[in-house]
């Protein structure tokens, strides 16, 4: 019987967070001594903890564990007694001294524990289920009787300390030495549990299992011949403009043509509507060959507001930028479509000794969302002899704002004449999900906007896809959503599908937030962007990011560029051009995977029902 490991064994040399030599020594320990029936589960996402390692075997139960490569001769540590708290784990390096209580493996290993039991395997028999939970520690480069002494008083806090040769062990060089994976993992001894069943690790496994977007994180990115030229090219003018339907590779591409510039020794700018957008394209750019892992720092990403305030603040004119916003409401609009790029201009224009920082290149994604002035505006920290790229889906026209490029536009921006660089092909969706998504713009969205995505000619269909339109009359909208997120990991047939891959989208700030609150209420954690406070809405944006441990949470207008294998969508009342073109662009998130994706609509709106109905599963509610 082979093990089963994940990540696998053979990525193990490729993870964005590397095992330490600690760490190694102890997988080497657990993959030859343990029997092949144990599972390993290498820095598992576990609803926002990141434990080193977990163990799961369906006969016996689940082991969890802590491992710290810590040299105690090094520096010293001690404990430090706290009045009604947990001891306090401290060091000193000889010149200052410090807490490392964040880092405290006993408090982890509790933690861990506690909500393996209480989430995890919601089946385990109340306090008997605890004897199939392990927590252990393991220090690779200390002795026993160091550990013994440090952790003592810790782990009398948490009356860890009668169970600890069996349910809670810690173990040291010696043991680890030895290849003691009896004294390491005592209850690696069993081969059976009347406590543990195969729906018990049914439960966990879609807690531990590596989520898609961390395994897709260690592959390079895949273009075919027409991407790539576009990546390692450029026009005579220097201007380039693409276009094409929802994912035919127009991120991947000015993703891949910065990492690639950088790699030339030139200096970039990327430019993005939404400000989460440019985490996807940060993570997507360290994947091509020629950046070297060099593309977080050494290229410039911003959103168009966030370097227009730049701008104003490198030039001293933080008055004039703050004065925009005053007057009320209802001014926002011509803020942001006259004033601010006027503003920005006159800054730039005015700057003679270049404080302002100029750009061999500055590349726009989402440009349908783009106002010609805000193009313009750029253009002037592109240096002479420059590139400029924009990319643009018109069918994503979630602002109104992608009928502004006019060909009279265009020339005005720059392009000589021509036609867009045209993709055609959809590399993205399952063909069963782009079916349904041509469907609904063919139906829903002006025809004069539309571009509609293909297949590779002659694909098959190797890409399983569940489909679920759930039409909500009289039910509670923020209940059924919660549900449905929660059933469709466990629902997943062909693969075990990380819950942590799980993304919901909507359209409001306000159904957003009820439904994070019913998910954490039942102890799910999420990473998310709501908030009816715009400065917090903007942190929690800068945080949002898909390598996060938890379940995912979003608006539409956050996640457009973006792309997931399972995600659950929330379509409101409203179906004029705007909201559908949003619900589109929903549509169209859907990243296919080989063994399985999975989109369900959850719809208030009843002008979509018939629509709904034409999904392979319906239902009503």
């Given at each position: 019987?082979?093990?089963?490991?994940?990540?696998?064994?053979?990525?193990?040399?490729?993870?964005?967070?590397?095992?330490?030599?600690?760490?190694?020594?102890?997988?080497?320990?657990?993959?030859?001594?343990?029997?092949?029936?144990?599972?390993?589960?290498?820095?598992?996402?576990?609803?926002?903890?990141?434990?080193?390692?977990?163990?799961?075997?369906?006969?016996?139960?689940?082991?969890?564990?802590?491992?710290?490569?810590?040299?105690?001769?090094?520096?010293?540590?001690?404990?430090?007694?706290?009045?009604?708290k947990a001891p306090k784990l401290c060091a000193s390096d000889g010149i200052k001294s410090f807490s490392i209580q964040s880092q405290n493996p006993i408090e982890k290993v509790f933690r861990y524990k506690q909500e393996i039991h209480n989430l995890y395997c919601p089946r385990l028999d109340g306090k008997a289920g605890f004897a199939t939970i392990t927590a252990g520690v393991i220090f690779p480069f200390a002795r026993q009787d160091q550990i013994d002494s440090l952790l003592k008083p810790c782990l009398i806090h948490r009356d860890m300390l009668r169970w600890s040769n069996n349910y809670n062990p810690i173990s040291g060089a010696e043991a680890v030495a030895e290849g003691r994976i009896d004294l390491v993992f005592p209850e690696s001894r069993r081969s059976s549990s009347r406590f543990m069943t195969e729906d018990q690790a049914n439960d966990m496994r879609n807690w531990l299992v590596e989520p898609d977007y961390a395994a897709t994180q260690r592959k390079p990115i895949e273009l075919d011949i027409a991407q790539r030229g576009y990546v390692t090219s450029r026009t005579q003018s220097g201007y380039r403009r693409i276009k094409g339907p929802a994912g035919s590779g127009k991120s991947l591409i000015l993703a891949a043509r910065a990492a690639q510039l950088l790699g030339e020794g030139k200096e970039v700018l990327v430019v993005t509507f939404n400000i989460t957008l440019l985490h996807y394209l940060m993570d997507v750019a360290v994947r091509w060959p020629n950046a070297h892992g060099r593309t977080r720092q050494g290229i410039t990403w911003l959103n168009f507001h966030s370097w227009c305030k730049r701008v104003c603040e490198e030039s001293d004119c933080e008055n004039e930028y703050r004065d925009l916003w005053k007057g009320g409401e209802g001014r926002e609009s011509h803020v942001l479509s006259v004033q601010l790029p006027a503003l920005v201009a006159s800054c730039i224009d005015k700057d003679e000794e270049e404080v302002i920082e100029r750009y061999d290149a500055v590349l726009v994604d989402e440009g349908q969302d783009f106002l010609p002035a805000w193009w313009n505006v750029l253009r002037k920290v592109c240096r002479t002899g420059g590139e400029m790229l924009l990319v643009a889906d018109a069918t994503q026209d979630i602002y109104g704002t992608a009928r502004s490029w006019t060909d009279e536009a265009m020339t005005g921006a720059g392009f000589p004449g021509g036609r867009w660089a045209e993709l055609q092909t959809c590399y993205r969706l399952p063909p069963t999900a782009m079916e349904l998504a041509r469907n609904f713009a063919d139906q829903y969205l002006p025809s004069d906007t539309v571009d509609l995505p293909n297949g590779p000619q002659g694909e098959l269909d190797l890409y399983p896809c569940q489909l679920r339109w759930v039409q909500v009359f009289d039910g509670d909208d923020v209940q059924v959503c919660a549900e449905e997120i929660l059933k469709m990991a466990p629902k997943a047939k062909n693969d075990i599908l990380a819950i942590t891959d799980i993304t919901f989208l909507t359209g409001t700030q306000m159904m957003g937030a009820a439904v994070v609150n019913t998910l954490e209420s039942k102890g799910v954690n999420t990473v998310h962007t709501y908030s009816p406070d715009k400065k917090e809405s903007r942190r929690k944006k800068m945080g949002f990011y898909m390598g996060d441990a938890r379940v995912k949470a979003t608006t539409l207008h956050s996640f457009k560029g973006w792309e997931s294998r399972a995600i659950v969508l929330f379509v409101g009342e409203k179906t004029d051009n705007q909201a559908c073109a949003l619900i589109y662009a929903g549509l169209t998130r859907l990243k296919r995977h080989e063994k399985g994706s999975y989109l369900t609509v959850v719809s208030r709106a009843s002008a979509l029902a018939e629509f709904g109905r034409s999904w392979p599963n319906y239902e009503e509610k």
């Open positions: 019987m082979e093990r089963f490991v994940s990540p696998p064994i053979d990525q193990l040399e490729r993870l964005r967070q590397p095992l330490t030599a600690g760490e190694r020594l102890i997988f080497n320990l657990f993959n030859e001594k343990l029997a092949p029936e144990w599972e390993i589960y290498i820095q598992p996402h576990l609803n926002g903890l990141r434990p080193d390692f977990v163990l799961l075997n369906p006969n016996v139960g689940i082991a969890v564990f802590e491992v710290k490569d810590w040299n105690l001769d090094a520096m010293r540590y001690w404990t430090e007694e706290r009045s009604g």
